[in-house]
């Protein structure tokens, strides 16, 4: 038989050794000590619980207020776009329902408003380039020609 070859996936196998797991059972000593803690171990490691369960809780309520926070911001960046829009939509529509040559024509006509001249022309400048001027002191009164 040890000139026989057999082909396919049912070879049978020959002379195997018998293969047993050995299972070691422990039993338990009768006279083996218990390690008990010392109290102040046991308190220690009850306060460092209690503190690290605290500490945790805190980080975890400070990650909620950063959240609730990014939330708000984006909710409010939002509106303010939206303002900004309305804004500019609005102020679009008055400029272009003003008829400028219609306002020249009352102030002229109707208010005797006309141009200045170049002396009544009193330019002020605060320095600083901001938008306006404050006014510290009265503005001196010329006297028109």
């Given amino acids: 038989m040890a000139n ?7 070879v049978r196998k ?3 050794p ?8 422990h039993e338990p ?12 171990y046991l308190v220690f490691l009850s ?5 690290m369960v605290g500490t945790l809780a805190w980080y975890i309520s400070l990650q909620s207020q950063v959240q609730n ?8 960046e ?12 609005a102020y679009n529509r008055a400029n272009g329902s003003i008829d400028l040559e219609e306002v020249k024509r009352i102030a002229i006509s109707e208010y005797g408003m006309t141009y200045a001249t170049e002396g009544q022309i009193v330019s002020y400048s605060d ?7 404050r006014q510290l002191a009265p503005i001196p009164q010329e006297t028109v020609n």
Wanted: without cysteine; charged residues 25%.
């Fill in 14 to 16: 020959v002379n195997e």
């Fill in 18 to 25: 018998d293969r047993r797991e050995h299972v070691h059972v």
């Fill in 127 to 133: 320095g600083g380039g901001n938008d306006y001027v």
């Fill in 78 to 89: 939002s509106q303010l776009n939206t303002l900004k829009q309305d804004n500019d939509e």
């Fill in 47 to 51: 306060l460092a619980m209690m503190m």
């Fill in 4 to 10: 026989e070859y057999i082909r396919g996936n049912t």
């Fill in 69 to 76: 926070s990014v939330k708000n911001i984006a909710k409010l």
């Fill in 29 to 40: 000593q009768p006279n083996r000590k218990r390690h008990h803690m010392s109290f102040g």
